[in-house]
């Protein structure tokens, strides 16, 4: 079992949807949740970043975390076409700097 | 704010010789940074880890002899393939991790470069 699992999809969603896109991990010493965002031969792009449980919000994105159902989750709300690109989960220890990664979400959104 | 940046952004090379990929923090000091590599449409695995000033730790099943490492300094990291052949050909994507100059920059945070995309013929 891989420690991070995330749906690669593809999803396809119309322009103004929300989207919601999740990763589940088996490992609860996980402290820090991030997301990232990719567009096609480009490196990753921070979006959001959380410690322990709870939600944080910025701007159209909203990122939850629920440590007890090892559970995390990226919501984006009026989602435009340029939010297409793949959504990548990646989590990390407390103390520890090494990024886990799930396998990558690849959304489009259709005008 | 956060900046890291890659050269070359794309690179072919015959098989057999030695390609050396740069990584750079352009606005902060980066304590650690992270090699990575990535195949089509899938996730990036990390390849090793290093600190300035002391040898990279590799991930298990990543030849060090092969992807040589060196973080000489708390902005530039460089990654040497040596003696390439085609199944290296891939992306290979650099972050950098420490605190900095921007506000609200920490340790856990790593920002990524745009990545190099090796091709070995």
């Known amino acids: 079992q891989k420690e991070v699992e995330q749906d690669p999809g593809p999803l396809s969603v119309p322009e103004g949807a929300i989207v919601s896109l999740n990763c589940t991990y088996s490992n609860s010493a996980f402290q820090y949740f991030m997301w990232y965002r990719q567009y096609s031969r480009k490196g990753p792009e921070l979006l959001m970043y959380?410690?322990?449980?709870g939600n944080k919000e910025d701007g159209r994105f909203t990122a939850q975390v629920d440590k007890s159902s090892k559970y995390i989750s990226l919501f984006i709300r009026d989602s435009q076409p340029s939010d297409s690109a793949t959504y990548l989960c990646a989590m990390s220890y407390q103390g520890a700097q090494k990024l886990v990664f799930g396998q990558g979400t690849r959304l489009t959104i259709n005008p | 704010g956060a900046v890291v940046s890659q050269h070359p952004s794309w690179v072919i090379c015959k098989s057999g010789t030695s390609v050396k990929i740069e990584c750079r923090s352009l606005d902060f000091q980066a304590t650690t940074m992270f090699w990575y590599r990535q195949f089509p449409k899938q996730s990036l695995m990390l390849m090793a880890t290093s600190n300035e000033g002391s040898k990279a730790t590799y991930e298990q099943g990543v030849e060090k002899d092969k992807f040589l490492i060196n973080h000489a300094s708390l902005t530039l990291s460089t990654l040497t393939v040596t003696s390439a052949h085609p199944e290296d050909s891939s992306f290979y994507i650099c972050?950098?991790?420490?605190?900095?100059?921007?506000?609200?920059?920490?340790?856990?945070?790593?920002?990524f470069g745009p990545g190099t995309r090796l091709t070995v013929t």
């Open positions: 972050s950098a991790a420490g605190s900095g100059q921007r506000e609200g920059l920490n340790s856990y945070e790593q920002y």
């Open positions: 959380t410690y322990s449980s």
